[in-house]
């Protein structure tokens, strides 16, 4: 992920002022949902370009900042054997980076299900945020492997999480389409209906917007209005 974090940064820098990300606004959806205006379903679309930012910030964070987690580190590069060794010396398994991702933070980046399991096995908070307010979940989420959801879920991290603007784990498992990912989202508990801040958009509308025929009558199934 280090020459993916070089790229990720070039293709992020005109959307970063003073080291926050800021939204980046894409074309106006000409799709209706529900009657609902073209200007409220393309707001999905402009919030794909704001969450890939996020979760960069999350899973590739500063490469080369100093006095990073060792542990973290080790996860980062995906080195089995340092986190075996690291894990039975009995290293601090949610010392972050500078920039707040754990380890597992990289483990669900990774789709690395073992490690991930390990570090939970260890004790490692499944709910931490790394400094964009990014938790483990929502990582998984946009990730799409429905059995890192579950072990986190069954690990104690909270179903609705959200992004700071109120983005859930259900929306971002519906953008990419994932729908064994929402199924295991709403067997949880997550609230189908939920909106977030911005300009109150669902799990649903985003479907609609990406047009995830699959993900909306997933969805449906499990409640959506």
């Known amino acids: 992920p280090e020459r993916g974090a070089a790229r ?21 959806a000409r799709a209706h949902y529900d009657g609902r205006t073209a200007t409220r379903i393309a707001a999905a679309d402009a919030m794909k370009h704001r969450l890939s930012f996020l979760l960069a910030a999350s899973a590739l964070g500063a490469i080369s900042a100093a006095h990073a987690g060792e542990l973290a580190d080790a996860a980062m590069r995906g080195d089995g054997p340092a986190i075996e060794r690291l894990l039975a010396a009995h290293a601090d398994v949610n010392e972050p980076r500078p920039d707040g991702a754990t380890a597992l933070h990289w483990a669900v980046y990774r789709n690395d299900l073992t490690t991930a399991r390990a570090l939970v096995k260890a004790g490692a908070n499944v709910t931490l945020a790394n400094e964009a307010g990014v938790a483990p979940l929502l990582l998984a989420a946009e990730r799409g492997n429905p059995d890192m959801l579950a072990l986190l879920l069954d690990a104690g991290a909270p179903v609705d999480s959200t992004l700071r603007n109120g983005e859930t784990a259900l929306m971002m ?53």
Not at 11 to 22: E, I, K, L, N
Not at 191 to 213: C, S, V
Request: hydrophobic share 45%; aromatic share 4%; charged share 15%.
């Open 8 to 28: 990720a940064a070039g293709r992020a820098a005109s959307g970063v002022t003073s080291g926050r990300f800021v939204t980046a606004v894409g074309p106006i």
């Open 173 to 225: 498992a519906t953008r990419t389409g994932n729908v064994p990912a929402i199924d295991v989202l709403a067997q949880h508990g997550a609230d189908i209906n939920a909106r977030e801040k911005l300009r109150g958009t669902t799990a649903l509308m985003w479907a609609a917007a990406y047009r995830n025929a699959d993900a909306a009558s997933a969805l449906i199934g499990h409640g959506a209005d």
